[in-house]
């Protein structure tokens, strides 16, 4: 099986770390990322994605903190999984794929080909 193309990044770095580096730190890397990328729609996707996905969490885990009991145990239970989403994210982007998550994958898309 072959290794997919990812373009090269402005960073001279190699994209596929790039992409993994987006998640690193989440929106900080993201928005770093995507404010020094100037070639490599990978690695704006990824930066986006990054971005839109570490803030989304935020706001979520936010809100269920303010919810007694029931937000607690969902929060209990997100955590988890956000680290989980989290490490997933980072190894398929250095593994050099495109993948899009639900809604916010869609969103880093179309505004990766418009930067």
Do not use: N
Not at 26 to 35: D, E, K, Q, S, Y
Not at 53 to 69: D, E
């Amino acid at each position: 099986m072959s290794e997919p193309y990812v373009p090269k990044s402005s960073t001279g770095l190699d994209p596929k770390l790039v992409g993994l580096l987006c998640y690193l730190l989440g929106f900080v890397t993201g928005i770093l990322f995507l404010a020094i990328e100037k070639d490599s729609k990978f690695v704006k996707f990824h930066a986006l994605q990054s971005t839109l996905l570490s803030l989304s969490l935020i706001i979520i885990h936010s809100v269920l903190g303010f919810i007694p009991i029931i937000g607690w145990l969902l929060g209990l239970i997100l955590g988890p999984l956000t680290l989980i989403l989290w490490f997933a994210c980072m190894l398929l982007a250095l593994q050099g794929r495109f993948f899009k998550l639900p809604l916010i994958g869609d969103l880093a898309e179309r505004q990766a080909g418009k930067l």
